[in-house]
């Protein structure tokens, strides 16, 4: 029997560059068991998924182990995406993520027999520019898919939990004629307004 390796043709990388982002999907993977450096740990993974727009939409993602350990790498992520350190004790509800905008640098990198590009988020900072999720981003879709990977690789299914996809864009506050001033507004847990959490 002879078999020969065959590549997806389909694939396309999102291009090179900065670009500006809105994230529209928090996946939550569950637990997932990887070794490095021959330690095997079980932990809690995540993924988020930006869509960026550039003549049309195009989605990329990023995966993370689900902790916010002073060194773990979504809180140092989280951190650069708002311009300020997450401090110790802080929580951060990931749900406010949705919807919230940034800046993503992307670059490329081979596979290890060089057959495949592949597309990734090297760096993260505050929106330049504000985007609105186009609609086009199918979480189901996108969660299928990831079962469908998973069974091939033995694993259980993604835990069934709330999709938390982008809301749509509210409408258009109504400003009245006459206004009087308003009173100043108390900090709420030293919010980033501009980025949303």
């Not at 389909?10 to 569950?30: K, N, R, S």
């Not at 300020?84 to 027999?113: F, W, Y």
């Not at 999720?133 to 189901?140: E, F, I």
């Not at 996108?142 to 069934?160: N, S, T, Y």
Request: glycine content about 8%.
């Amino acid at each position: 029997m002879i078999l020969t390796q065959t590549i997806n043709t389909t694939y396309v990388p999102h291009p090179e560059g900065i670009y500006a982002a809105v994230c529209v999907d928090l996946i939550d993977l569950g637990m997932e068991t990887s070794t490095y450096e021959g330690v095997t740990k079980t932990q809690p993974k995540l993924r988020l998924v930006f869509e960026t727009n550039e003549g049309e939409p195009r989605h990329i993602g990023k995966k993370f182990t689900a902790s916010m350990h002073q060194k773990a790498k979504l809180t140092e992520f989280l951190g650069k995406w708002r311009g300020r350190p997450v401090a110790m004790g802080e929580q951060v509800d990931l749900s406010k993520l949705m919807g919230a905008n940034c800046t993503l640098v992307i670059s490329h990198s081979q596979s290890q027999d060089g057959t495949r590009t592949y597309a990734g988020i090297d760096a993260i900072s505050k929106p330049t520019k504000k985007l609105v999720p186009s609609g086009k981003y199918d979480p189901v879709a996108v969660r299928a898919k990831i079962d469908e990977w998973a069974a091939k690789d033995g694993k259980a299914p993604l835990p069934v939990a709330q999709a938390y996809a982008a809301p749509a864009p509210a409408p258009a506050p109504v400003v009245p004629v006459k206004r009087a001033a308003a009173p100043k507004a108390a900090p709420v847990d030293d919010v980033d307004p501009e980025v949303g959490f």
